[in-house]
């Protein structure tokens, strides 16, 4: 049962445009949602990161809006630039202890 | 660099074999987590280790095996290994059960 679901599958945006990534999850358990940013061969590093009291989080060009009461959230990357060209993760952490809960994965491509 | 080592890097064995994937947390973590990453089941949570002591545990399969040790690294034993165990292996740390931080990944080949 997949908890967390993420669209698109791939995305691909133009050097300074904006790279927009949804996530839905169900389980109202949830209580941190976290972004991760994986590039070919590497581990997922964490981002940015959000608690559901909150209804937006900016760090530099990238943006969390989150919808509690439509169990949503989504990741804003502005400016693209092209070495953001990576596949970005969204994760719910809760329901039983502290393992994240990934979503499906967003390939973005930003072309120059 | 998340400050999390994982060893080794790439694995390569045969079907039925046994293998042991080693992670060192970030200093003064005391939560591992390991985590599965395949193309068709995407990142899946395996089990938690919190100062030496199992915390939760996700789909890890009954072959799977973990333990954290005094010096708070730990070790994730894979045994009579399939072909569908091929994933990359990714270990996290925490200080707190909020932010993780991943690790290189050992990426297992089974032939």
């Known amino acids: 049962q997949q908890q967390v679901k993420q669209s698109p599958q791939s995305l691909i945006v133009q050097k300074g445009g904006i790279s927009i990534i949804n996530c839905a999850y169900e389980?109202?358990?949830?209580?941190?949602f976290p972004w991760y940013q994986q590039f070919p061969g590497k581990g997922p590093a964490l981002l940015i990161a959000?608690?559901?009291?909150?209804s937006e989080k900016k760090e530099g060009r990238f943006t969390i809006s989150f919808n509690k009461s439509a169990k949503q959230f989504s990741l804003h990357i502005m400016d693209s630039q092209p070495g953001d060209s990576a596949t970005y993760f969204c994760?719910?952490?809760?329901?039983?202890?502290?393992?994240?809960?990934f979503g499906g994965g967003t390939r973005v491509l930003v072309k120059p | 660099d998340s400050g999390v080592t994982q060893t080794p890097k790439h694995l390569i064995t045969a079907t039925g074999q046994r293998v042991t994937l080693r992670c060192s947390p970030r200093?003064?973590?005391?939560?591992v987590y390991w985590y599965q990453q395949s193309l068709d089941q995407g990142l899946q949570f395996l089990i938690q280790?919190?100062?030496?002591?199992?915390?939760a545990k996700g789909n890890i399969l009954e072959r799977f095996s973990a333990q954290q040790f005094p010096d708070l690294h730990s070790e994730l034993n894979l045994s009579s290994l399939e072909l569908g165990d091929s994933a990359l292996y990714f270990c996290?740390?925490?200080?707190?059960?909020?932010?993780?931080?991943f690790g290189p990944g050992t990426r297992l080949t089974v032939l």
């Open positions: 280790y919190y100062n030496g002591e199992e915390r």
């Open positions: 200093s003064g973590d005391l939560s």
């Open positions: 996290a740390s925490s200080p707190s059960g909020n932010e993780q931080f």
């Open positions: 389980n109202t358990a949830f209580d941190y």
């Open positions: 959000i608690r559901p009291d909150v």
């Open positions: 994760a719910a952490r809760g329901a039983a202890g502290n393992k994240l809960t």
